[in-house]
Structures are given as structure tokens and as C-alpha cells.
């Protein structure tokens, strides 16, 4: 059974940075797509940037030019760069590959 583990949730103020990781139990060239999401409360889980096979990167509109997902193979992880960091990116972050989801990290950022 494939198995996803994130870390680097936490708590930071308008402006600052964090950095999220999700690792993954088999080789990341087994996933057709990989990435994040996150949702808050009340709302549809959002798309934040995820790669697809060929390596294209898909980011959300919310996000782009403060967001950077990255991998590293050798380590089986997938990270996402969280620069710039808005009230409004507070949320529960998801890795997802494929259909396999990892149980989340809370980001919140105060103003």
C-alpha cells in the first residue's frame, strides 16, 4: 500500500516562508501525477501545483510566482516552496499521487 508522509506545516506571519514535504513509500516514476492540495473548511479542496509525468508543472493562479514545487528522486519526495505568504493561503495542505492522499499539514499564516 502506498503511503505519503508530509511535514513542515506550522505557523507563520504575512510575508514569511515555509517550506512543505511529502514523501512517498515507492519511486516517485511510479505516479502519474503528483502534488499538492489544500482546503479550508467549508470549501472545495484547490489545486495548488502538482507535476504530471512528463514533469509539467501546474500551478493555481493564487499561487503562481509565490509557490515552487520541486522533487527530489533519490529521497522519494516532493516539496513545495511557499514564499510571500498570505492570510489567505491559510489552509490544510494535501500531497496527493495519483489517488493516494496524505492526511495533511495545517499552514496558517496571520496577518
Known amino acids: 500500500q502506498v503511503q505519503l508522509v508530509e511535514s513542515g506545516g506550522g505557523s507563520v506571519q504575512a510575508g514569511g516562508s515555509l517550506t512543505l514535504s511529502c514523501t512517498a513509500s515507492i519511486l516517485l516514476f511510479s505516479f502519474n501525477r503528483m502534488g499538492w492540495y489544500r482546503q479550508v473548511p467549508g470549501k472545495q479542496r484547490e489545486l495548488v501545483a502538482a507535476f504530471d509525468r512528463r514533469l509539467r508543472q501546474n500551478y493555481s493562479d493564487s499561487v503562481k510566482g509565490r509557490f515552487s514545487i520541486s522533487r527530489d528522486i533519490g529521497k522519494n519526495t516532493v516539496s513545495l516552496q511557499m514564499n510571500d505568504l498570505r492570510p489567505e493561503d491559510t489552509a490544510v495542505y494535501y500531497c496527493?499521487?495519483?489517488?493516494?492522499w496524505g492526511q495533511g499539514t495545517q499552514v496558517t499564516v496571520s496577518s
Open positions: 496527493f499521487a495519483d489517488d493516494t
